[in-house]
């Protein structure tokens, strides 16, 4: 309770704007009085108290509701590390030749090409929210690398620009 009533304290001024819109509502929608209680019957009087009730709940649950939303931080971070692949992306596909191919990779770019459209279907995935797909041509190239070479993967992973 006394980390609602921090975060109530401590709220941007953005939150506490929501707070306070949040319990005109509530005011609003139950805020309606009908003259003094004590002219009414006592079935009356009994409702008018279980509406008083309720609406202190609703306004207690909103003001939770609204210190945790306080707490939440808006701006979120990007989870995942930006990397470089440009050893990927300039050196290999625009100056590696078919030799160099040969070389690293242990095939020539055609059958290179030829592997990645014949299983491309069957292990091509959609980008998320969270992160961007790699491509199927570079998760081929970094399979045969590792395979090529035998360097470690934050080797690998630093080449190509992903995660070990």
């Known amino acids: 309770m006394r980390r609602l009533i921090v975060a109530l304290v401590t709220a941007s001024n953005s939150a ?11 005011k609003h929608c139950y805020g309606r009085k009908a003259g003094p209680i004590q002219k009414r019957s ?4 009994r ?10 709940r609703l306004v207690f649950a909103v003001m939770i509701t609204a210190a945790y939303a306080a707490t939440m931080k808006e701006d ?10 440009y050893w990927w992306q300039e050196t290999v ?13 242990r095939m020539s770019k055609a059958t290179f090409t030829y592997l990645c459209n014949t299983i491309k279907e069957t292990i091509e995935k959609e980008d998320t929210n969270m992160r961007k797909v790699c491509a199927v041509e ?27």
């Open 47 to 56: 409702k008018m108290f279980l509406m008083c009730q309720a609406r202190e």
């Open 16 to 26: 506490m704007a929501r707070i306070f819109e949040m319990l005109a509502v509530v």
């Open 42 to 45: 006592s079935r009356d009087r």
């Open 138 to 164: 570079k998760r081929v190239a970094i399979a045969l690398w590792f395979l090529s070479t035998g360097n470690d993967y934050g080797t690998v992973g630093h080449l190509f620009g992903v995660s070990k």
């Open 76 to 85: 979120r971070m990007i989870w995942s590390k930006e990397r470089s692949d």
């Open 93 to 105: 596909n625009r100056t590696f030749q078919d030799k160099d191919w040969v070389e690293n990779f």
